[in-house]
């Protein structure tokens, strides 16, 4: 993992924060203390008299939603109601899936926001910080409090806390809760609320789903976001065979990007997002997943090493980015000129073809960032 990632940290004998939190919860945390806790949560927010929801999980239609799902209704039996924000971009694997989690035999809101203000956020997003996906996040993180709030649902079961799985510092690693102090340290959202994206084009009042409420709202309600794998033990491929149980749908053809043919499944943007990876971080998902099967003990370093060199950033992903230069309103060229204007210039270099590459890229040889093609018709 490049010390180039976002948050994350390294020792003075080279480990990065991600590889201590994988020691961390081989060795230092006691999760049967962890899973006492989250269940007295549960008994806490469990409906009395049986005439509310226990909980509200937020699911997209990957595997992990599903597994949240399990885990509230059939392992703790919660009843919860789960909702979904969705994505202008979802997947037929996406529409597949989430009708698979239904049948476990949960309501479930499918909200839709306002898709002419969505594109434009999109669009003013992608141009500005070179991420297509921030309406994702930021519909995601405030559609949740807002139903609680109006649905009086305290408390809310979200996945697993990424700074703890990917390499956040210790003091993110050791978070419970997704609430508002939480957000304020994801790079994610570039340190801007939807208010902030606003101007005389797109209006506050088209996008009232992105508001996160107010601390006092939700202070009212008691308002509990957890994080389910801060209580539980979280691993990607253990929530994939729970889903596989349900109905979930992997894709046959193998994976979109990275090594896992079940991930970035069920919105074609966020495939995007993580290229952006390549083009700004040096990395992108293979070396994502390579890492995480290394600190699931999976996977040697030697044998990662060597399937990053392989297969990390070296295809954009075309049909993904056709949609949106279609959804958006921009061209081809555009979107290529945008990407140009966030390629980090600390790690990429040109050649005498003036051609992109990454000199000394793990081993030591040019990978050139191969996009020269034409999109297909």
Known sequence: ????????????????????????????????????????????????????????????????SIYQVHMAKKVFNMNPLCITFRTDARTKFGEHN????????????????????????????????????????????????????KLNIPLVIWGENADMEYGGTKDL?????????????????????????????????????????????????????????????????????VAKKYGFKLREKGPIMGLYNYADLDCMYIVIHHYFKWIKYGFNRVTDNACNEIRKGRMTREEAI???RKRDGIKPPKEFIKHFCKHVDISWNEFWEIVEKFRNKAIWKKDENSEWYINGWIGGDKIPDRFDFEPES
């Open 1 to 64: 993992m490049p010390n180039s990632r976002p948050n994350l940290t390294f020792d003075k004998e080279g480990v990065c924060s991600a590889c201590e939190g994988a020691e961390e919860k081989k060795k230092v945390i006691n999760w049967k203390q962890r899973e006492k806790d989250l269940r007295y949560l549960f008994d806490k927010f469990r409906s009395k008299d049986k005439t509310n929801y226990d909980c509200i999980v937020p699911v997209s239609g990957g595997k992990d």
């Open 98 to 149: 989430i009708q698979a989690l239904r049948e476990i035999g949960v309501d479930h809101i499918d909200f839709t926001p306002n898709p002419i203000a969505i594109r434009k956020l999109r669009l003013k997003t992608f141009k500005e910080v070179g991420d297509c996906s921030i309406a994702d996040h930021l519909c995601w993180w405030s559609i949740m409090p807002y139903f609680a709030i």
């Open 173 to 241: 690693r050791n978070v419970a809760r997704l609430n508002r102090e939480f957000l304020k340290n994801q790079n994610i959202l570039k340190g801007k609320a939807i208010e902030d994206w606003c101007d005389d084009d797109l209006k506050l009042e088209d996008l009232k789903c992105y508001i996160y409420p107010s601390d006092e709202e939700l202070n009212k309600i008691d308002y509990t976001p957890i994080f389910l794998g801060y209580y539980i033990p979280w691993d990607a491929k253990h929530n994939l065979e």
């Open 306 to 308: 060597k399937l990053v």
